[in-house]
Nanobody, 122 residues
Framework: QVQLVESGGGLVQAGGSLRLSCAASGRTLSSYIMGWFRQAPGKEREFVAGIRSSGNTYYADSVKGRFTISRDNAKNMVYLQMNSLKPDDTADYYC????????????????WGQGTQVTVSS
């Protein structure tokens, strides 16, 4: 079992930055694909960014160039640096871990955190 806890959400003005953190316990994350997903009010949860154990990263088109996912396997941590935030980025952000090979596919992520709320004001 893997337990994931997100932190770092909050209220920020458009154009600002936030750094989300995801702390894992129970197992080492080094062999897992790690992903960040988000769910805005009234919308389905969507893929934001993913990182393989190799360090290869993947991003949704909507965040490419603004968000950066990273991982520190020694600390069992995953991060999402969010810059140039827009009101459309307002959502609950979730960290997840997958033992499969499909970075973008939500159904392959077996472990999820409880989420952290990000609100971007205009």
């Amino acid at each position: 079992q893997v337990q994931l806890v997100e932190s770092g959400g909050g209220l920020v003005q458009a154009g600002g930055s936030l750094r989300l953190s995801c702390a894992a316990s129970g197992r080492t994350l080094s062999s897992y694909i790690m992903g960040w997903f988000r769910q805005a009010p009234g919308k389905e949860r969507e893929f934001v960014a993913g990182i393989r154990s190799s360090g290869n990263t993947y991003y949704a088109d909507s965040v490419k160039g603004r968000f950066t996912i990273s991982r520190d396997n020694a600390k069992n941590m995953v991060y999402l640096q969010m810059n140039s935030l827009k009101p459309d980025d307002t959502a609950d952000y979730y960290c997840a871990a997958s033992g499969s090979n499909y970075v973008w596919l939500q159904s392959t992520y077996a472990y999820w955190g409880q989420g952290t709320q990000v609100t971007v004001s205009s």
